[in-house]
Nanobody, 124 residues
């Protein structure tokens, strides 16, 4: 069983920054692919970014490339998402997720465990 707990969401003005964290339980955190997804009201959950375990390879949605950075600290079992140059369209609940098979997938269906989400609101 893996538990994921997100933190760091909040209200920020357009152009501002936030850093999300996701604390994970489990002894083999370093082998999981970890991902960030988001879901705005009335919309489907969408991929934001993912990072492989040991290799650290990353993947980003086109809408966040150059603005968001995903990273992980395997010694602390923690995943991060640094979000810069935030836009009102980034407003959503942000979720972290874990994929035990270590893929670099953009599909929510490929992720096995999910956190409860943290709200990010960007005002214009």
């Amino acid at each position: 069983q893996v538990q994921l707990v997100e933190s760091g969401g909040g209200l920020v003005q357009a152009g501002g920054s936030l850093r999300l964290s996701c604390a994970a339980s489990g002894r083999i955190f370093s082998t999981y692919t970890m991902g960030w997804f988001r879901q705005a009201p009335g919309k489907e959950r969408e991929f934001v970014a993912a990072i492989r375990g040991n290799s650290g390879s990353t993947s980003y949605a086109d809408s966040v490339k150059g603005r968001f950075t995903i990273s992980r600290d395997n010694t602390k079992n923690t995943l991060y998402l640094q979000m810069n140059s935030l836009k009102p369209e980034d407003t959503a609940v942000y979720y972290c997720a874990a994929d035990f098979l270590g893929r670099l997938s953009k599909s929510p269906r490929d992720y096995d465990y999910w956190g409860q989400g943290t709200q990010v609101t960007v005002s214009s």
